[in-house]
């Protein structure tokens, strides 16, 4: 069972960018994977996902338009590229890796991927 662990997390302005990476421990190619945040006092949210072959992506109403998942499976790395960050973006992020392999789709329900990243904390200060 492979390894996540993310990186890339801070504290920036509102208005401004980050960029998050979540490195595997192994070889990931086959599954989709994904990411999560859950800000302070507020329940854990699905940002967006990415497929097997990073051909295909989803992402959450709250985040579309501004935040952009890709990965590199040559690296064994998942990125999330976070544009014109606002305050509500405050949250720990973490990525999750699919239990299924070859699918273009996650469910997006926590319980039902096969591991998560221990997270990395954004913060977006007004």
């Known amino acids: 069972q492979v390894q996540l662990v993310e990186s890339g997390g801070g504290l920036v302005q509102a208005g401004g960018s980050l960029r998050l990476s979540c490195v595997a421990s192994?070889?990931?190619?086959?599954?989709?994977l994904a990411w999560f945040r859950q800000g302070p006092g507020k329940a854990r949210e699905f940002v967006g996902d990415?497929?097997?072959?990073?051909?295909?992506?989803y992402s959450a109403d709250s985040v579309k338009g501004r935040f952009t998942i890709s990965r590199d499976n040559a690296k064994n790395t998942l990125y999330l590229q976070m544009n014109s960050l606002k305050p509500e973006d405050t949250a720990v992020y973490y990525c999750?890796?699919?239990?299924?392999?070859?699918?273009?789709?996650?469910?997006?329900?926590?319980?039902?991927?096969?591991?998560w990243g221990q997270g990395t904390q954004v913060t977006v200060s007004s």
């Open positions: 999750a890796v699919d239990r299924r392999p070859f699918t273009s789709r996650t469910t997006g329900i926590w319980e039902e991927y096969a591991n």
């Open positions: 192994g070889p990931c190619g086959r599954f989709a």
């Open positions: 990415i497929n097997w072959t990073g051909g295909t992506t």
